[in-house]
């Protein structure tokens, strides 16, 4: 953000660069509806010209007596022209919104097919990016419209300004004079003010987002129940009123002088203005000037001063925008953070192999993984355990290309995938991944959403449901298959609401969306039990190992008595793989594995002898 509003000197060039931009997406939503919207603005602009003169000459007719049936017709017409100027407005304010509905489309479909085709997780992972996709999200849809209706403005008051300033000096030249001469304190304090305005919105940016973080926490229902066990709520009201107050008194301050200046410049505009009428009069009095130039002076002095300042005020107002489009601009144009490969792979029949692979998230951070050497030969069930942060995970994502390793290769059937269009490689891929996703969608769309080729197949997303184990849970549900599976939104059209499932449902449900995908080539379990009780836990891997049978698989899991029957155990350890074979080959070897191993299976045995020892407790002290 600092690179967009920062500097006053960038401003101009960034202006310029954000213009063009938004006039193709005003041109590519509705370029018809733009020109009509500029014919309509130049008649705006002319309108009260045509106005001033037909007084003009009404007053005029009159004050030389002139035969009833002139004053009539040029009554007449300013009577057509308040019609006309009535129907233009409702016209205008139609194609305004209509132009901004369409553009807004247009922006938002161009915006989201650029964030979409984003191939990796890297600018999802980059502040500065998710901040730029939030101003633009915010902008890139009115900005172009706002920037339209400013230029339309500016067309119709150059119109005006220039129509008046025109037939004043028609009348008298002084007068013109005289008339441009009363804007000028009025322009120069508004230019000052729109300056210190775009540099105070600068300077309250952080304070607003702050804000914002607050006022989001406490209407999150994610956060409803932390903030309400740790007692937190006074807290962030206070902060978000803190940030609240120091923008009230910035935009307080700037209000203040606004009005001073107004007040200052009203001023001056005022005398020099109310002297070129004391001249007007005066000149109408000695009987050199017309009664009606009196009337088209006062016109012209109060169309002139308000078109100037509407003008001003509207550059200011576009100036700011376009600044804000920048950001609209740039995610727009954002370069993919990987490589595109164009490549293909076929299913797998060979072995997946990682050479020497090496990966930080980024360049300032350590290393994830540091030389990782790996093969996950087709229709193998591979194990991979470690302590926290040992980077199982980073492998997962590394796996399936959301990231490229810095050095060394992951090959599919020999091919690199650097080489392979992401896409095609997901296609090949089922996951479930540790930080798994609930959608705030129905069940079965909730499971359709592994498989779009099979999301209306209900028998499919039914079998999947039931091979993770969460079929009667869901068929149990209102509307089973049909429930909402959130309460943030209404079941139907209805006022009746979705339900919440537990952890552990929701779970299997990302299980089960992943074995939709069941004929995929790689199936990777990251950490799929977490959320399950031991019995359910028990349950699962059981049928996840039937589902594995013959397949290839990826299990990561802290639970090592579900990776017992791998055919293969990798221990990640700092980044590095300290040990691999199978369960009995690693107990064997007595390293990390059997050490975590039997940890866990000493916490197993101690619950069990104190769950004995209670029930022998309880036995004894049970009357007889
Ligand atoms: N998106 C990210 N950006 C920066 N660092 C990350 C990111 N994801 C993970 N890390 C870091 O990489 C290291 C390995 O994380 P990873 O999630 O791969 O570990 P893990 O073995 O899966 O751990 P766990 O058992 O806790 O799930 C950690 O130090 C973590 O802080």
Not at 18 to 39: E, I, K, N, S
Not at 345 to 369: C, S
Request: hydrophobic residues 45%; proline residues 3%.
């Amino acid at each position: 953000m600092e690179d967009t509003h920062g500097r006053h000197g960038n401003g101009r060039r960034q202006v310029a660069a954000g213009l063009p931009p938004a006039v193709r997406l005003v041109w590519g939503a509705g370029r018809w509806w733009a020109l009509g919207l500029t014919a309509l603005a130049v008649t705006a602009g002319a309108v009260p010209v045509a106005n001033a003169w037909l007084m003009r000459t009404v007053l005029n007719d009159l004050a030389v007596g002139a035969a009833p049936a002139a004053v009539l017709a040029a009554a007449a017409a300013l009577a057509v022209l308040g019609i006309a100027t009535a129907v233009t407005t409702a016209l205008q304010v139609y194609a305004e919104d209509e132009l901004g509905r369409r553009v807004g489309l247009h922006a938002d479909d161009r915006l989201f097919t650029a964030v979409n085709r984003l191939p990796g997780l890297g600018q999802f992972e980059d502040p500065a990016f998710l901040d730029r996709l939030r101003l633009a999200a915010d902008n890139g849809g009115q900005t172009p419209v706002q920037v339209l209706q400013a230029a339309l403005g500016l067309v119709a008051g150059l119109v005006t300004v220039l129509g008046f300033v025109g037939s004043l000096v028609v009348i008298h030249p002084v007068l013109a004079g005289v008339v441009l001469l009363g804007t000028l304190p009025a322009l120069w304090g508004q230019l000052g003010l729109s300056r210190r305005r775009a540099a105070m919105i600068w300077r309250l940016g952080p304070v607003e987002r702050r804000e914002l973080f607050y006022r989001d926490l406490m209407s999150s229902a994610e956060a409803a129940k932390e903030i309400r066990l740790f007692g937190l709520g006074d807290m962030l009201r206070g902060r978000m009123l803190t940030e609240r107050r120091r923008a009230n008194d910035e935009n307080r301050r700037m209000d203040r002088r606004d009005m001073s200046v107004q007040v200052a410049a009203g001023l001056l505009s005022a005398l020099i203005s109310g002297g070129g009428l004391v001249w007007v009069v005066l000149r109408a009095d000695a009987g050199s000037g017309a009664v009606g130039d009196v009337a088209l002076y006062i016109a012209a002095v109060g169309a002139v001063q308000q078109g100037m300042a509407g003008m001003i005020s509207l550059l200011a107002q576009a100036h700011q925008r376009l600044l804000l489009f920048t950001h609209y601009r740039d995610v727009v144009a954002v370069e993919p953070d990987l490589a595109a490969g164009t490549g293909g792979v076929g299913p797998l029949t060979g072995r997946i192999e990682l050479r020497d692979v090496w990966f930080r998230y980024t360049p300032d951070q350590p290393w994830v993984l540091r030389g990782v050497d790996l093969d996950i030969p087709a229709g193998t069930a591979l194990g991979l355990v470690g302590l926290n942060g040992s980077g199982k995970s980073t492998l997962v994502k590394l796996l399936c290309r959301f990231y490229d390793p810095d050095r060394g290769t992951i090959a599919w059937d020999g091919t690199d995938i650097r080489d392979v269009d992401p896409a095609v490689l997901r296609e090949r891929i089922g996951a479930v991944f540790q930080d798994y996703m609930t959608y705030d969608m129905t069940a079965a769309e909730n499971i359709g959403l592994g498989d779009r080729s099979r999301a209306g197949d209900r028998a499919a997303i039914e079998a999947a449901a039931r091979r993770a184990g969460v079929h009667d849970a869901v068929a149990a549900l209102p509307h089973g298959y049909d429930t909402l599976i959130t309460r943030i939104f209404y079941q139907g059209d209805g006022s009746e609401q979705g339900v919440d499932l537990s952890g552990g449902q929701q779970q299997r449900i990302a299980i089960a969306r992943a074995l939709l995908r069941e004929e995929r080539d790689l199936l990777i379990l990251d950490e799929p039990s977490a959320g399950l009780d031991a019995e359910a836990e028990y349950e699962l891997h059981t049928r996840l190992r039937e589902q594995r049978r013959g397949r290839t698989s990826l299990l990561v899991s802290h639970r090592l008595g579900a990776l017992r029957d791998a055919d293969r155990i990798v221990v990640l350890d700092g980044g590095t793989i300290a040990e691999s074979g199978t369960h009995g080959e690693l107990m064997a070897a007595d390293g990390v594995y059997a050490r975590l191993f039997s940890i866990q299976a000493e916490g197993y045995r101690r619950d069990e002898g104190d769950r004995e020892d209670e029930r022998r407790r309880r036995d004894e002290e049970a009357p007889c």
